[in-house]
């Protein structure tokens, strides 16, 4: 991944969790990494976890950020919310897989920030 890239990703993630947080969510965990995959936001709204896949892009040429969120990734973030799940010994828990789609302008700005809620309902 380039520079360029990861810094994108952690502007998404940044203003993703700031508007998450204005929400009423509770950011639990950043990046959280396992052997299934990655989540970008492990967060608890209203007594249920809500996993959170950021999705961050500087033009919807190539299609909307939410439209990126292919098969076999919505997969890898079904199974690693239960193996974050499981680590807790909460796999009975509420819970669901939310998104964040954020369209940015050439300089920055924000143009659409989206939290889409069940974003992520199966492979």
């Given at each position: 991944m380039t520079l360029e890239?990861?810094?994108?990703?952690?502007?998404?993630?940044?203003?993703?969790?700031?508007?998450l947080a204005s929400l009423g969510?509770?950011?639990?965990?950043?990046?959280?990494r396992c052997p299934a995959g990655e989540i970008d936001l492990v967060t608890r709204r209203d007594g249920r976890w809500?996993?959170?896949e950021v999705r961050t892009?500087?033009?919807?040429?190539?299609?909307?950020?939410?439209e990126s969120v292919?098969?076999?990734?919505?997969?890898?973030l079904i199974a690693s919310a239960q193996y974050y799940l499981q680590a807790q010994d909460a796999l009975a828990a509420d819970w669901r897989i939310d998104a964040v789609a954020i369209v940015?302008?050439?300089?920055?700005?924000?143009?659409?920030?989206?939290?889409?809620?069940?974003?992520v309902t199966g492979p």
């Amino acid at each position: 991944m380039t520079l360029e890239r990861r810094r994108l990703g952690q502007l998404g993630e940044r203003l993703a969790a700031d508007r998450l947080a204005s929400l009423g969510y509770e950011i639990i965990e950043r990046n959280y990494r396992c052997p299934a995959g990655e989540i970008d936001l492990v967060t608890r709204r209203d007594g249920r976890w809500v996993f959170v896949e950021v999705r961050t892009r500087r033009s919807t040429r190539f299609g909307t950020p939410e439209e990126s969120v292919t098969r076999r990734k919505r997969a890898h973030l079904i199974a690693s919310a239960q193996y974050y799940l499981q680590a807790q010994d909460a796999l009975a828990a509420d819970w669901r897989i939310d998104a964040v789609a954020i369209v940015l302008a050439p300089a920055g700005r924000v143009l659409r920030l989206d939290v889409i809620e069940n974003a992520v309902t199966g492979p």
